[in-house]
């Protein structure tokens, strides 16, 4: 079993959808998680970084992680064309130099208007 | 404030020879993390640097080296290419003062061994 699933997709949804990005995780050593998101030839960019159980929201971006059942999720509102891109759910056990990021094998959304 | 650079764009090289990828990190950031991405998989951590040392490793063999330089810039070095080293290779940077870090990623280098 690989340490970080992700579904990936492909997704296609239409412009002013909601969107659920989902992974699962075996490792429960994991505190630290992170979404972010990759244009097509380009480096991944970071959109959300959490620590532990709980929400967090940022403008259209809303990040939930769930300890207990090693799951976290990121929800995009009023989808929008330009979020077009694939997106990669990452997470460590420690925020020390040192400690890899452990990353999901990515999931590409396609947004039509 | 300078994001994370990272030179070259493409380079393509046959099986066996060396290839050096070089990393230029963000204003204020004193670590230095590499990483590949084969096609439709995540990245994978490599190694990362910091005070010029190695510090920290994940699962690749020791044709692959690194180094640091006293202005936190950062090579990656990888002997006796094969086929399989073809991906983007990942500079990520970030500032370790002991909590807190967030990696910031360049934009990579493609690589293509032939």
């Known amino acids: 079993q690989k340490e970080v699933e992700q579904d990936p997709g492909p997704l296609s949804v239409p412009e002013g959808a909601i969107v659920s990005l989902n992974c699962t995780y075996s490792?429960?050593?994991?505190?630290?998680f992170m979404w972010y998101r990759q244009y097509s030839r380009k480096g991944p960019e970071l959109l959300m970084y959490t620590y532990s159980s709980g929400n967090k929201e940022d403008g259209r971006f809303t990040a939930q992680v769930d300890k207990s059942s090693k799951y976290i999720s990121l929800f995009i509102r009023d989808s929008q064309p330009s979020d077009s891109a694939t997106y990669l759910c990452?997470?460590?056990?420690?925020?020390?130099?040192?400690?890899?990021?452990?990353f999901g094998k990515g999931t590409t959304l396609s947004v039509s208007s | 404030e300078t994001g994370v650079t990272q030179s070259p764009t493409h380079l393509i090289k046959t099986r066996g020879q060396q290839v050096t990828l070089r990393c230029s990190s963000q204003s204020g950031h004193n670590t230095v993390s590499w990483y590949q991405q084969a096609l439709g998989q995540g990245p994978q951590f490599i190694f990362q640097?910091?005070?010029?040392?190695?510090?920290g490793r994940g699962n690749f063999p020791p044709r692959f080296s690194g180094l640091q330089f006293p202005n936190y810039s950062s090579e990656l070095n990888v002997n006796a290419l094969e086929l399989d080293d073809s991906a983007l290779y990942l500079c990520?940077?970030?500032?370790?003062?002991?909590?807190?870090?967030?990696?910031?990623f360049g934009p990579g280098t493609r690589l293509l061994v032939l």
């Open positions: 490792n429960s050593a994991f505190q630290y």
């Open positions: 990520a940077s970030s500032f370790s003062s002991g909590g807190g870090e967030t990696q910031y």
């Open positions: 990452a997470m460590s056990a420690s925020n020390q130099a040192g400690t890899a990021l452990i």
């Open positions: 640097y910091y005070r010029e040392e190695e510090n």
